[in-house]
């Protein structure tokens, strides 16, 4: 078969089209089709008056796309013409300016801020869950039944854990369940597991208890820290659509990069942290680590090793989610 025959060509093709390749192509065409999903005409109207919304008679209703609840709320009032409805979905920047202008006027706290969130004359409630529970309580809202505002156990079904109130664990607390539920990252284990295997032989437990502890001490800081900021910025980027999209594209776009080195490895799963003289580097930080004798040297030593990995290994594979408001039930 002669060099310039179809064979050839794609053969060809298929050497040169190598991961790194593919992904500048594939961010080139997400980044087009953000564009295209932008320069959709709004259709957001203007925040009216919200002292206004006492007297009008009508039920008003937050929602988003992504919230299950809030489709599940939808459904029930569909169920009743009855209640005068205006629905606002606030992944639109119009909207979501007016849902943070309402939680200020109903003295809703940002902490306790979700969707759905209804509002009805002065009372309002928060979170959806079944027509038999807050069904009934939203139609003796709408009724004048209703005394004081509600707000719906925001309940969270976990595996291994069940049902758990978010509302009653501190944010250490949620960062270690959700962590367990998640799974762990193999690729973030290496440098722990040499640490260990160089420390095995040592035959000294005050020294590998040291080195260790203050390893996984350390790094579990870091990322509770990296949670707590990554926290306040999820906060702002589950409400403005355009965020939302835009990191949903790029879940898109990881996954599709990732099947394609599947392909590419032809089913070889492998687990990157870094080239050969990054891991060298690392590696040689950690005998100097194991070295040092126990004391203030050691410790910043081993705090530094795990500040420089943790943030490089925990970003791999990074596992991005489209973010919403909290789904309330």
């Known amino acids: 078969m002669?060099?310039?025959?179809?064979h050839s060509l794609v053969t060809k093709i298929g050497e040169g089209a190598t991961p790194a390749r593919v992904r500048i192509v594939l961010a080139v065409l997400l980044l087009a089709v953000f564009a295209l999903?932008?320069?959709?005409?709004?259709?957001?109207?203007?925040?009216?008056?919200?002292?206004?919304?006492?007297?009008?008679?009508?039920?008003?209703?937050?929602?988003?796309?992504?919230?299950?609840?809030?489709?599940?709320?939808?459904?029930?009032?569909?169920?009743?013409?009855?209640?005068?409805?205006?629905?606002?979905?606030?992944?639109?920047?119009?909207?979501?300016?007016?849902?943070?202008?309402?939680?200020?006027?109903?003295?809703?706290?940002?902490?306790?801020?979700?969707v759905p969130l209804f509002v009805f004359g002065d009372r309002h409630m928060l979170g959806f869950d079944r027509p038999e529970t807050t069904g009934a309580?939203?139609?003796?809202?709408?009724?004048?039944?209703?005394?004081?505002?509600?707000?719906?156990?925001g309940y969270v079904d976990l595996p291994v854990f069940g049902k758990i109130d978010p509302n009653g664990y501190s944010l250490a607390g949620?960062?270690?369940?959700?962590?367990?539920?998640?799974?762990?990252?193999p690729c973030a284990m290496w440098v722990l597991i040499y640490l260990i295997s160089l420390i095995a032989g040592l035959r000294d437990p005050a020294k590998i208890w040291w080195l260790v502890g203050t390893f996984v001490l350390a790094s579990g800081i870091l990322y509770f820290l990296l949670m707590t900021a990554w926290l306040n910025v999820f906060l702002v980027v589950g409400y403005v659509r355009p965020l939302t999209e835009f990191v949903a594209l790029l879940a898109i776009g990881f996954g599709i990069s990732h099947l394609y080195e599947l392909v590419w490895t032809r089913g070889v799963i492998e687990c990157e942290v870094g080239?050969?003289?990054?891991?060298?580097?690392?590696?040689?930080?950690?005998?100097?680590?194991?070295?040092?004798?126990?004391?203030?040297?050691?410790?910043?030593?081993?705090?530094?090793?795990?500040?420089?990995?943790?943030?490089s290994s925990s970003s791999v594979r990074p596992r991005f989610r489209p973010s919403s408001p909290m789904c309330l039930r």
């Not at 309580?137 to 156990?153: E, I, K, R």
């Not at 949620?174 to 990252?185: K, P, R, S």
């Open 275 to 311: 080239d050969v003289e990054q891991r060298q580097r690392t590696m040689s930080r950690i005998r100097d680590v194991v070295a040092a004798p126990i004391g203030v040297v050691s410790l910043l030593l081993i705090v530094g090793l795990a500040f420089a990995v943790t943030p």
């Open 137 to 153: 309580d939203l139609l003796a809202l709408v009724g004048g039944a209703a005394h004081g505002n509600q707000t719906s156990a």
């Open 37 to 114: 999903m932008q320069s959709r005409p709004a259709q957001e109207v203007a925040p009216g008056d919200i002292l206004a919304w006492r007297d009008d008679g009508r039920l008003h209703v937050f929602v988003h796309p992504d919230c299950p609840h809030c489709h599940a709320a939808q459904a029930f009032l569909r169920d009743h013409p009855e209640i005068e409805t205006d629905i606002h979905d606030v992944s639109t920047p119009a909207n979501e300016r007016l849902f943070r202008v309402v939680a200020r006027e109903y003295g809703i706290p940002e902490r306790g801020l979700g």
């Open 2 to 6: 002669t060099n310039g025959s179809p």
């Open 174 to 185: 949620l960062a270690v369940i959700m962590g367990l539920a998640d799974g762990f990252n």
